[in-house]
Every structure is written in structure tokens, then in C-alpha cells.
T-cell receptor, first 114, second 112 residues
């Protein structure tokens, strides 16, 4: 099993640019989660999907952030326009239950916005 | 890595000693708890879980204890090894199909 796959692993971009982060969950998992991790705020849940449907996006910071899950094997998190305060590590995780029990995390995308 | 916070509680232990990492959870209605380990530059990794109808669960070299009276969770690591150095997070689920709520984390540093 390849585990959760995220791309890119590192992204450096300039303020104002659009950023798209990608995630492939573990095959057969029907719940997918996007997290952001920073030194100041720790690990924050941004949004999660169940069976490709967004269930709770209350953690999304603002309208500049959007997430999609067009099918069971792919999700994107987009930031447009990006700002320096968006710099963080973004993790995608998936789980097999309808709830949010054991989650398997990807390696993360380290985003730096200059 | 980004998982390390300047203000994270830090526990330093000698290699071979036992480690105890503590966590206070927030919701008395939480019915499921998980411990995650995050090494530098990696995503959190599942270690062990426990349901609220239990007060102890053992894994390989790890034991989780749950005290619902005081809403306290602990992770015990036996014979701590350098590879155990990481940030450890506890997480709770309030009930049903709600997402995990992660604690702030504790950094474990193993002294060889």
C-alpha cells in the first residue's frame, strides 16, 4: 500500500499567486481530511470529506481557500491568492470509517509564500 | 520540521528509561482517543487508540491509560529508544461522525 500521496512536497511561491495542493487517499478509504500545521497554531483541521462530499469546512480560514474532491481517489486544496501567512505544512489524511477514527496522514506539503 | 513548536512542552528522557506523556482532553463526552507520533519532516503516525469504556490498553512497548474522572490520557513508552524522539499528539473524538480534535503536542527527546 502506497499510503496517502501528496504533491508537491515543497512549494515556494510569491504572494498573490495561486497554489494548488494535491492528495491521493488510500484506496478504499471514504473519508479525507485537510490539515494545516504551523508552529504557532499547531495542527488545524481545515475541511473534511465523506464519500467525496464536503462535510465540514468551518476550519477553512477564508474565501481564498477552497477544496474539491471530484472522485474517491483525488482531492485538491487551492489557495488563491496566496499570502505569506499561508506558509505552513499542509497535510492530507484519509480514513476508512464514516467517522474520523484512525487517520492515515500523508507526508505533507511544505508551502512557503514570499 | 514544521511539527515542532517553540512552546511545546518537552520531555527529556534517558535511553532505556520509561517515558510518560500526558494529555488533558476537553470534552467529557469524548468516546474515542488516539495517540499519534510525528517525526521531523513527516506526517503524524498512529500509535495506539482506546475507547472510553476502557481504562488501559497495551501495545508493543506502549500503554495508554485513560482517566475519565479527570479527563486525562497518558502514553507510556517502555525502554525508550532514540527512534522514539518525536512530537506526540493525543486526539479525541466527541461522538459519532465528528472529526478528531488534536492536542497541542509534547516533544519527546531521548538522550543517548
Amino acid at each position: 500500500d502506497a499510503g496517502v500521496i501528496q504533491s508537491p512536497r515543497h512549494e515556494v511561491t510569491e504572494m498573490g499567486q495561486e497554489v494548488t495542493l494535491r492528495c491521493k487517499p488510500i484506496s478504499g478509504h471514504n473519508s479525507l481530511f485537510w490539515y494545516r500545521q504551523t508552529m504557532m497554531r499547531g495542527l488545524e483541521l481545515l475541511i473534511y470529506f465523506n464519500n467525496n462530499v464536503p462535510i465540514d469546512d468551518s476550519g477553512m480560514p477564508e474565501d481564498r481557500f477552497s477544496a474539491k474532491m471530484p472522485n474517491a481517489s483525488f482531492s485538491t486544496l487551492k489557495i488563491q491568492p496566496s499570502e505569506p501567512r499561508d506558509s505552513a505544512v499542509y497535510f492530507c489524511a484519509s480514513s476508512s470509517g464514516g467517522g474520523a477514527y484512525e487517520q492515515y496522514f500523508g507526508p505533507g506539503t511544505r508551502l512557503t509564500v514570499t | 520540521g514544521e511539527s515542532v513548536g517553540l512552546h511545546l512542552p518537552t520531555l527529556s528522557v534517558q535511553e532505556g528509561d520509561n517515558s510518560i506523556i500526558n494529555c488533558a482532553y476537553s470534552n467529557s463526552a469524548s468516546d474515542y482517543f488516539i495517540w499519534y507520533k510525528q517525526e521531523s519532516g513527516k506526517g503524524p503516525q498512529f500509535i495506539i487508540d482506546i475507547r472510553s469504556n476502557m481504562d488501559k490498553r497495551q501495545g508493543q512497548r506502549v500503554t495508554v491509560l485513560l482517566n475519565k474522572t479527570v479527563k486525562h490520557l497518558s502514553l507510556q513508552i517502555a525502554a525508550t529508544q532514540p527512534g522514539d524522539s518525536a512530537v506526540y499528539f493525543c486526539a479525541e473524538i466527541y461522538s459519532g461522525n465528528t472529526p478528531l480534535v488534536f492536542g497541542k503536542g509534547t516533544r519527546l527527546s531521548v538522550i543517548a
